[in-house]
């Protein structure tokens, strides 16, 4: 176990969904709800859930791209939630993120070197040759075809323009990188080709992912750790391959029997969830899950489980886990 | 088993400023009644034009240019790609159904759920709105969609997603259609409520008997759902086959290495394996073999030899020259 | 529901207030006065002692907020006061026997107006780039360019000066409706044409017109059923505003073919500085088009099931 680079204690973010009267708080939504969890140096967390579950939102809160409601985040030795103005922008360049479009979050009418060279232009790094000199170094690593550089984004595949993402988040040398969905609009054979540059990067660079994803085969192979979310709660964490082979939460089994492998010959499943997914404005009482869940009893629809150890690293929201 | 439907040599082409795409090259396979036809492939492999030619619901600039595609009804079999406007529509959501990928933008949001199902009752069953209604209320249940009766009223934007393609579902199954192809339908859900349609769709598909052509990107819905898989790549079918067949001894390059980018559930390695450069450009139309630059069992003879969908294997074509000349050496 | 209807009323009024400060004060910026010349053609300059003595009358001696507080008193108990220029008669009697020219000129452009823009947008859109659709574009950019009351003066000088086929003004009998109906329609056939067939050509394209051909219907049926009703729905947008701006009347069309209109009165009342027609008639017409714009809110939501006025749980 490394050192840790990242710690969020019961971590809070409300969105307002009403206005309230005269200006009042009216409604809110809670999409993320009490989440605690921890980042090591130069290792991966996963984080997993369907849509609404939270885990783009944490991503965001976590950077402070939303403010959170509460709770606190901290990173390297720093109290994040608690710096403000300047203090904290000279922290900004250690935390950075990937996206899910790679063609939305870039700027279209900037060329490529530009938009690889932004960061190094904000923060005043070095000169412009210099700048220039790293820019170029960047896209070699993202392995960028040489005149890539100077073209312009809608000239590229979405494979190629997730690269440009990547060498634009790694150019002031970020300790932590925020993957939000980086591989889902990509197919399947460029996919590999982004999840390994990944790997490669976070082996060289010793750098610390936050890894988002609502596809679970992806995430354990980036993933030493993995956390799932359900409504805005952690509901289990323990390491990927635990989750994946002994999930203990009876949402974390859902989700793995309702992936599809690419494999006829073994037994189709039959899976007993039922319902929607849920929403967040019509929050169901105690355990978030349990109008969903095969093991439902009369306690979860009144107390909320917390997470508990019950394994060596393994933790979940469960009354019967 | 009877043979439902037997397009070949399909082809469909859009007519751009910068020339011609060639989405659809020389398609052809067979169904059988009651089969499960699993269509898979990459973004722009020409999956869901196949299945929008086939319903001849492709817009200008795209055209169908060649092929035949013929459909046995009830009492004769008609060529899909030349029938008449009228004599298609007889068909169409009546005979054949489609299903949609993207549930929200699939249904008339301004007319209600229960309009919506009814409609093709009223239109090829010529039922009254009383008893479409009431067939409506049933299909709703079958599909899942709880109180439906009191649900007919609603709108789509009053639904969840899932919900949606539920009713997508329903309307498609309303006429007990002989085939249903259904084109990315949970690409847009989530993988809990994915499960729910893929696991609706089979017991549909037992319960009536219908056939089925599913166009997916995803191989672990193939695996879970099809009976065979034709696997498509810059407009051609590369390989085609039963399932099983396919997916324990792939013979086509593009097959085995997407089959081996996929991450698991059940290994972890340490790199995966990719298929190096980027899909092809459909408006040039190679001599050779589509895949030629990104394979790595190429031979000189692959960039000028196109090669045909020919059997290799009992129920099982490729079209690969190399694999076809290694079984050739091993017989 | 009740809650939207008080707020919008509540706006309208601070907007009715802001609107007449603003007229107010910017008529009385206006150089000259409602009693500095008399009588139509033959300019007479009045003596200065009568001009004190109207002014006095009138109470336009008074300071100006006084007078503002004079007309809001008044105004509360729609008391809009004697027109300067029409002897005897009141704005308002004024306004009430004119207003039905300008709602009959305003309504019967509307008609023609939808006739010929819905036909030409919808045809355009449904056979896009023949030459129907090219007719329907060629209208449209001359409706766009030609000046109405340009038109107005060709038309009247084609078909009446010269061909004598139709008076050349009044209102009295139908043939003289067909002149100033056409000159008053080029804007609103300009917009209801590009309107309806720009959202026709929206929904044409749409994944839902799309499943209704999968389901096996005629393409008159999906057009009827699925096309027009989504396509012409926001049509109620625009008509709303666009009738509230056309029952107020036109000066020029009004004043060409001499129809004893608002329009004509309202401009004309500008330039001889009737200031209790000014006043009257900008509140009433700032009433009318805010009035329209929450009652064309209002019907959208019954036509469009998706729309709320306030946001739903």
Redesign the interface.
Known sequence: MSEQLLETIDLVKRFPIKRGFLGRPGATITAVDRVSLTIGQGETLGLVGESGCGKSTLGLTLMRLYEPTSGRVLFAGHDLTALKGEQFQRLRPQLQMIFQDPFASVDPRLTVEQIIREPLDIHQVGSMADRRKQVRHLADLVRLPTNALRRYPSEFSGGQQQRIGIARALALRPKLLICDEPVSSLDVSVQAQILNLLRDLQDEFQLSYLFISHNIAVTAFMSRQIGVMYLGRLVELGPAKAIVTEPRHPYTQALLRAVPEPDPARPKRLREMTGDVPSLIARPTGCPFHPRCPLAQAICTVEEPQLRTIAPDHQAACHFA | MKTLLDVTHLTTQFQVDEGIIHAVDQVSFAIQEGEVLGIVG??GCGKSVTALSL?R?I?EPGRIVAGTAQFATDNKVVDLLTLS??A???????EI??I?Q?PM???????TIGYQVA??LK??RGLSDRAAREQAIQLLERVGIPDAANRLGD?P?QF????RQRV?IA?ALSCRPKLIIADEPTTAL???????I??LL?ELRDEFGTALIIIT????????IADTVAVMYAGRIVEMGK??EI??RPQHPYTA???A??????H????????EG??PNLLAEPPGCPFEPRCNRRIPACRTTSPPLEPIFPEHQVACIVAQAERAAHV | MTRYIVTRIVGLLGVLLAVSAITFFLMHSIPGGPFDVMGGDKAVQIPDDVKQQLLKLYGLDKPLWEQYLLFLRNALRLDFGYSFSSSGRTVLQIIAAQWPYSIQLGLLTLAFSLLVGLFLGITGAVKRNTWIDNLGTGVSIFCMVMPSFVLAVLLQFVFAVKLHWVPTGGWESPRQWILPVIANSLGPILTLHRYTRGSILDVLDANYVRTARAKGMSELRVLTVHVFRNALMPLVTVAGPMIAHLVVGSFFIESIFRIPGVGFYWVNAISKRDYPMIMASTVIWTALISLTYMLTDIVYTWVDPRIRLVKEQ
């Open positions: 990459e973004s319903m619901l817009a406007q009228s298609l529509a007889q068909i169409r959501g009546n159904a489609m949609f993207d933008t699939s249904l008339n949001p301004v007319l409609e093709p239109l090829h709108y934007h969840s997603g899932g919900m997508m309307v989530d993988v809990t409520i994915q499960a729910q893929i696991d089979r990107h995803d191989l672990g819905i193939i695996a879970e399932v099983r997916f324990a290495a997407l089959l980018a996929i991450p698991r559930l059940t972890w390695p340490e790199r995966l394996s990719t298929i980027a899909p």
